[in-house]
């Protein structure tokens, strides 16, 4: 049967859920609050930059070609992926590089160089990761609506070690503290903290290992357009630069909703590519909602959040030591961990990730010219940071300790640029507390125990994205798209001619 089916948000999961329930002949609006679709997949242009605002890692694309096919299409058609080598080159902060290489011989000559001794200890890591994949690669793409759920996968979680801490279960088998941080840092590309997130989560090993890291050729904003575009020749309306205000409520149901300017839409079905905790706290009134209500969603745990410069620079730094993707740690790793997702005081130290796409792709910058974004871990906003006082100087800070270490004359020759901070992940994107990442992956809150794809609390309510079932990250907001979907319409595609 044939719905009206309301998507609130743009970003890959609401795409990919729209995509997939357009195929099968339902009428989709999307209406989305910025200017652009895409979520934090939105892109910048700055002077000629092109920056990409958020994800920048891209693996499993299968995931990516399941969505085109889902629609008749083929994903080549529209987007070029070009795949990269070393995965990430990282940094210990005192001088050491260590090249995250797909193929295992790589990785183990990279490790002989470090420490022999560890050598025999990953192999034994990675083999427990091609377990952990084997046994919860099937379940990533299937929602967890019942505890029987949860209870299926138990046995294998406490025999593989999958409740441990991502960096107390590496350490298990690499003894040499740097090669720790380098197997454990995972977690953190997902909004968790390498210290508790459980080990379940070296799927993302695993998903890197079996199926590459990815590079789209004009950033990640040309995957949005992809999306942009077969969007359209299915026919779903877009909305751009309209916010939902809030979920209409009816009894144990919703039946659409009301935008910012008063309009009411109504919906047989609403999708929610919303931060689910901003999405239950402010678009539906506390006295409709019985297991998420106030007190509970100020109880849940949140990810850390985010500062990120983006900067385009005048001349190129291809002769600096860093490459596509690149993780500069700090020696104080757990102690800036513990404080970041700890919500205390701004750190006076970083742990970055910095990000220089034109070594790959000079298209999205001017000749000659440089792009990059530092990306930096920062507490949300439970944290006492007053960030009206202390962003201008830490963006001082943190170029000035990139020019210090990697990018000789930076701030003399940057000629575009742009950051954010946690005020823009609650202002602008609508995350609880200015969370990067929503719901934090933690014991506690993954798989049945992390907000549902279909509501608890309403039938038709749909949520995807970072804060519901898999979780953050490409694969998994993608694959949240698809379970809700499905959720929607089991049935076949049939395609609108």
Not at 77 to 85: A, H, I, N, Q
Not at 239 to 265: F, Q, Y
Not at 365 to 372: D, L, M, T, V, Y
Not at 443 to 468: D, I, M
């Amino acid at each position: 049967m044939k719905k009206n089916i309301v998507v609130i948000g743009s970003g890959f999961g609401g795409m990919a859920a729209a995509i997939r329930l357009a195929a099968k002949g339902h009428d989709v609006t999307i209406f989305e609050k910025r200017d652009q679709i895409g979520g934090r997949a939105y892109q910048y242009e700055i002077n000629g930059f092109k920056f990409d605002g958020g994800p920048t890692v891209i693996t499993a694309p299968y995931m990516f070609d399941e969505v085109f096919a889902a629609a008749g299409r083929q994903r080549q058609d529209y987007m070029t992926l070009t795949p990269l080598d070393p995965f990430y080159r990282i940094f210990d902060g005192n001088g050491r590089v260590f090249n995250y290489y797909h193929q295992l011989d790589q990785m183990l000559a990279e490790i002989e160089q470090f420490n022999p001794t560890a050598v025999s200890g990953y192999r034994r890591f990675i083999e427990r990761t091609v377990d952990i994949f084997e046994a919860f690669h099937p379940y990533t793409d299937q929602p967890f609506l019942k505890l029987t759920d949860m209870l299926k996968i138990m046995p294998d979680v406490l025999r593989l070690g999958g409740y441990l801490g991502t960096y107390r279960f590496v350490s298990r088998f690499v003894k040499d503290d740097f090669l720790q941080r380098v197997f454990s840092f995972h977690p953190l590309l997902i909004g968790g903290n390498p210290l508790d997130t459980p080990a379940i989560y070296t799927l993302i090993v695993q998903f890197e290992k079996q199926y590459g890291v990815y590079y789209a050729l004009g950033g990640t904003g040309a995957i949005v357009h992809a999306f942009g575009r077969l969007l359209d020749e299915l026919g779903v309306t877009v909305h751009l630069e309209t916010e939902v205000a809030e979920i209409l409520v009816n009894g144990n149901s919703v039946n659409g909703v009301r935008l910012a300017d008063g309009t009411k839409v109504s919906a047989d079905v609403v999708v929610c590519n919303g931060d689910v905790a901003y999405a239950y706290r402010y678009l539906i009134p506390e006295q409709y909602r019985r297991k998420y209500t106030n007190r509970r969603l100020e109880w849940m745990r949140y990810s850390m959040s985010l500062f990120v410069v983006y900067f385009g620079t005048k001349r190129r730094y291809v002769d600096s030591p860093l490459h596509h993707h690149n993780i500069i740690f700090n020696p104080r790793y757990k102690g800036l961990l513990k404080d970041v997702f700890g919500g205390r005081a701004l750190p006076e130290d970083f742990c970055l990730y910095l990000h220089m796409p034109t070594i790959t792709d000079e298209s999205i910058a001017p000749p000659g010219c440089e792009s990059f974004y530092v990306l930096s871990l920062v507490p949300n906003l439970a944290s006492p940071t007053d960030w009206e006082q202390v962003a201008e100087p830490y963006r001082d800070r943190l170029l000035q300790f990139l020019e210090d270490h990697y990018l000789p004359d930076l701030q003399a020759n940057i000629i575009a640029e742009h950051y954010i901070d946690p005020r823009h992940f609650q202002n602008t994107l609508n995350s609880y507390r200015g969370a990067a990442f929503s719901v934090k992956p933690n014991l506690f809150q993954s798989a049945w125990l992390r907000p549902h794809n279909r509501s608890e609390e309403f039938e038709n309510l749909y949520f995807v994205g970072a804060g519901t079932h898999p979780g953050a990250g490409v694969p998994s907001v993608l694959a949240s798209g698809k379970i809700a979907a499905e959720l929607i319409d089991p049935t076949p595609v049939r395609m609108r001619v």
